[in-house]
């Protein structure tokens, strides 16, 4: 098992910048590829951005490359979502998620979930 808990999330003026964590806890954390998702009120949930296992792949959605970076620090068994420029449109819940090795973007494919945090961009 892996334990995932994130914070950060705040209200925030479009424009401005956010960094979420994501504490990992459980099985060894550099063993797995971690995500973050989103999910707006009556919007299905949509990956963000993934990171394999060693660091060495990172993915993001259309939407957010270029303003937002994923980053870990396996000794710190934490996983960072730094958001810039940010957006009304980026108003979510954001999730991490582990799963072995390759991070993916599909939901499914992930096998832990914390419980999210709450990002607000006021316009």
């Known amino acids: 098992q892996v334990q995932l808990v994130e914070s950060g999330g705040k209200l925030v003026q479009a424009g401005g910048s956010l960094r979420l964590s994501c504490a990992a806890s459980?099985?060894?954390?550099?063993?797995?590829?971690m995500g973050w998702f989103r999910q707006a009120p009556g919007k299905e949930r949509e990956f963000v951005a993934g990171?394999?296992?060693?660091?060495?792949?990172?993915y993001y959605a259309d939407s957010v490359k270029g303003r937002f970076t994923i980053s870990r620090d396996n000794a710190k068994n934490t996983v960072y979502l730094q958001m810039n420029s940010l957006k009304p449109e980026d108003t979510a819940v954001y999730y991490c998620a582990a799963r072995p090795v390759i991070s993916r973007q599909a939901a499914h494919e992930y096998d832990y979930w914390g419980q999210g945090t709450q990002v607000t961009v006021s316009s």
């Open positions: 459980g099985r060894t954390f550099s063993n797995y590829a």
């Open positions: 990171l394999n296992l060693n660091g060495a792949g990172t």
